[in-house]
């Protein structure tokens, strides 16, 4: 049974970034239908959703797996109604390695996770924002993208997405649907803050490129999908927006080997 709210997807919507920007939507009056692998912590998010006063369901699945996004998608407009806003937040995070030495097997799940994944998604609900001539899909993509990085799968994948993202633009604009990307920078999720106080990752040398003093929050991320999708973007579409704390134009500016003009 469909419901006469507008429906907002977002894969990977569990935790991090994808469950505020689940929380963002459900309090702007959207059903919400959370896709993620992570049962526990999805149907979670969903309970927390609803009892907050929103409409939210949990949908198993592994974006990796086209035909398991389909299903997910036959579901939620069979629950809920078709797709308005997509959001493919679904996504895995690597730690640094050499393409010489990289672990081909991880390097491939990366790629059918983060970049098929964002496909299978963007297929799937898109079809469903066809038939209704209107919807706005915001891809997960990232500052690094902008950068070579040694991340060998992360990086060009999400390169990859920030092409993606136009081409979509470009081919679902006729049917009144826009098509952007935001570009994170390290977004302080729980996952980020548990690596900064266990030791493996430094804080101190993650701001040092920066030019704000402080790192987005997963709330940050989520209001700037939050404003891509709204009206006041309605002539938006093909773009990475950059939520960054300024680490693009302070990278290079603050590793120049003259140093920065004041003193640190």
């Given at each position: 049974?469909?419901?006469?709210?507008?429906?907002?997807?977002?894969?990977?919507?569990?935790?991090?970034?994808?469950?505020?920007?689940?929380?963002?939507?459900?309090?702007?009056?959207?059903?919400?239908?959370?896709?993620?692998?992570?049962?526990?912590?999805?149907?979670?998010?969903?309970?927390?959703?609803?009892?907050?006063?929103?409409?939210?369901?949990f949908y198993a699945?592994?974006v990796a797996d086209?035909?398991?996004?389909?299903?997910?998608?036959?579901?939620?407009?069979?629950?809920?109604?078709?797709?308005?806003?997509?959001?493919?937040?679904?996504?895995?995070?690597?730690?640094?390695?050499?393409?010489?030495?990289?672990?081909?097997?991880?390097?491939?799940?990366?790629?059918?996770?983060?970049?098929?994944?964002?496909?299978?998604?963007?297929?799937?609900?898109?079809?469903?924002?066809?038939?209704?001539?209107?919807?706005?899909?915001?891809?997960?993509?990232?500052?690094?993208?902008?950068?070579?990085?040694?991340?060998?799968?992360?990086?060009?994948?999400?390169?990859?997405?920030?092409?993606?993202?136009?081409?979509?633009?470009?081919?679902?604009?006729?049917?009144?649907?826009?098509?952007?990307?935001?570009g994170p920078t390290?977004?302080?999720?729980?996952?980020?803050?548990?690596?900064?106080?266990?030791?493996?990752?430094?804080?101190?040398?993650?701001?040092?490129?920066?030019?704000?003093?402080?790192?987005?929050?997963?709330?940050?991320?989520?209001?700037?999908?939050?404003?891509?999708?709204?009206?006041?973007?309605?002539?938006?579409?093909?773009?990475?927006?950059?939520?960054?704390?300024?680490?693009?134009?302070?990278?290079?500016?603050?590793?120049?080997?003259?140093?920065?003009?004041?003193?640190?």
């Amino acid at each position: 049974m469909t419901t006469t709210k507008a429906v907002a997807v977002i894969t990977g919507g569990s935790t991090g970034i994808g469950a505020a920007t689940a929380q963002l939507f459900a309090s702007r009056g959207y059903a919400i239908a959370i896709l993620d692998v992570n049962r526990e912590r999805g149907e979670k998010t969903a309970a927390a959703i609803s009892a907050a006063g929103g409409s939210a369901r949990f949908y198993a699945c592994d974006v990796a797996d086209a035909g398991a996004v389909d299903t997910a998608a036959a579901s939620v407009e069979k629950d809920v109604g078709p797709a308005e806003i997509l959001v493919t937040s679904a996504g895995l995070i690597p730690n640094t390695e050499s393409v010489m030495e990289m672990d081909l097997e991880a390097h491939d799940r990366m790629w059918r996770v983060n970049y098929y994944g964002t496909i299978h998604a963007c297929r799937s609900f898109g079809r469903q924002m066809i038939a209704q001539k209107r919807g706005a899909i915001v891809t997960l993509g990232s500052i690094n993208s902008l950068a070579p990085m040694p991340l060998p799968a992360y990086n060009p994948g999400k390169l990859a997405v920030a092409r993606l993202t136009q081409l979509l633009a470009v081919e679902l604009g006729r049917h009144g649907i826009r098509v952007n990307s935001v570009g994170p920078t390290y977004v302080m999720t729980e996952t980020l803050q548990s690596r900064v106080d266990s030791g493996l990752r430094d804080l101190k040398k993650i701001m040092a490129v920066h030019a704000l003093d402080s790192l987005p929050m997963p709330e940050d991320i989520a209001l700037a999908i939050g404003f891509l999708c709204s009206a006041e973007a309605r002539t938006i579409t093909g773009i990475l927006l950059p939520v960054d704390s300024g680490w693009h134009a302070a990278v290079s500016y603050k590793t120049y080997a003259g140093g920065v003009p004041w003193k640190e």
